[in-house]
C-alpha cells in the first residue's frame, strides 16, 4: 500500500503539501479543485482517471502510480513547451533511481515505451497560472480485463519480473520531478535536449502524425520540444502537438 507518512518522510522537499488519496475520480482534477501550489497527491485509485486525447487511462487499485503535482511557474505559458518532455525524462529518471535498468524509450510527446508497448505517459493542463501535471506509470499490473487500454502495454513488474516498491518510486518521482522542474525554470529545454536526443524513440523512424495527417521521418526536436519531421519533398516541418506511431 501508498504510505503517505514514508513519502513526506523520504522526499527532499520539503515545502509541498503531500497526501495519498484512497479513490478519487482524477488526480488532476482533484488537484484543480483543490489549487494550492506546490501540492502533490498520489491516488491508489482513480475513477475517471483520464489521458491525452480525451482518453480514459486504466487506474485499478493498489497496483500502479497515479500521481499529480500542482506547480506554479513564473514564466509565460508558450515558454512551456517542452514541459511534457521534460516531466518524462524525469520519470524516467526516477525508475532509473530504483535500480530499474532496462532499455525503455520515450515517444514524443510523453510516452514511455518498452519494447513497443506503452509504460507510462504524463497529461499537463494549465490552471490559470498553474500547471497540474499527471503521471501515470504502469507499476506492477500484470492484467487489464477491462477494454480502456487500446494499445499494448507493460508494466515495471511485467518487464523485471519482480513485484517493485511504489513507496520507494514515489519518492525517486518526487526527488527527479523538482530537480528537473527547478532546472527546467533556470535553463529551459536547451539543458535537456542532450539526454531526449539518447532516448528518442522515434527518432529516423517513419511516423505517421495524426493517423497520417502528416507522415515522413522523426529528426528529433527543436528548441521549442517541438516534433521535427522529414516530408517526403524533403522539407523539415516543425509540430507543436498530436499523436504519433511508427509506420510497419
Ligand atoms: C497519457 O499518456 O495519455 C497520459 C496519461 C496520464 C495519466 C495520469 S494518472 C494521474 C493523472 N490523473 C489523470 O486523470 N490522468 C493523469
Redesign the pocket.
Known amino acids: 500500500m501508498l504510505d503517505q507518512d514514508f513519502i513526506i518522510q523520504n522526499a527532499k522537499f520539503a515545502n509541498t503539501i503531500i497526501e495519498v488519496l484512497q479513490e478519487i475520480d482524477?488526480?488532476?482534477l482533484y488537484l484543480k479543485k483543490n489549487l494550492n501550489c506546490p501540492r502533490i497527491c498520489f491516488a491508489e485509485m482513480?475513477t475517471k482517471?483520464?489521458?491525452?486525447m480525451g482518453?480514459a487511462?486504466h487506474?485499478p487499485f493498489g497496483q500502479n502510480i497515479?500521481?499529480?503535482y500542482a506547480y506554479h511557474f513564473k514564466q509565460d505559458i508558450n515558454e512551456l513547451s517542452g514541459l511534457s518532455l521534460v516531466i518524462a525524462m524525469a520519470m524516467l529518471n526516477a525508475i532509473k533511481q530504483i535500480g530499474i535498468d532496462a532499455p525503455i524509450m520515450l515517444k514524443w510527446p510523453?510516452?514511455g515505451i518498452y519494447k513497443g508497448q506503452k509504460l507510462m505517459?504524463?497529461?499537463i493542463q494549465m490552471q490559470g497560472e498553474a500547471a497540474i501535471i499527471?503521471?501515470?506509470i504502469n507499476v506492477n499490473m500484470m492484467e487489464c480485463e477491462s477494454d480502456d487500454i487500446t494499445q499494448d502495454w507493460t508494466s515495471l513488474k511485467k518487464i523485471t519480473g519482480k513485484e517493485i516498491d511504489r513507496n520507494l518510486l514515489c519518492v525517486a518521482l518526487i526527488d527527479n520531478l523538482n530537480t528537473s522542474l527547478q532546472r527546467f525554470c533556470h535553463y529551459g529545454l536547451a539543458d535537456f535536449k542532450s539526454q531526449w536526443q539518447q532516448l528518442d524513440y522515434l527518432y529516423n523512424q517513419t511516423i505517421k502524425l495524426n493517423d497520417g495527417e502528416f507522415s515522413g521521418i522523426a529528426k528529433g526536436i527543436n528548441e521549442q520540444g517541438n516534433l521535427l519531421l522529414e516530408l517526403a519533398n524533403g522539407e523539415i516541418k516543425a509540430f507543436a502537438a498530436g499523436e504519433t506511431s511508427i509506420c510497419k
Open positions: 482524477s488526480t488532476n482513480q482517471g483520464r489521458g491525452r482518453r487511462w487506474s497515479y500521481m499529480s510523453n510516452d505517459g504524463n497529461l499527471g503521471l501515470g
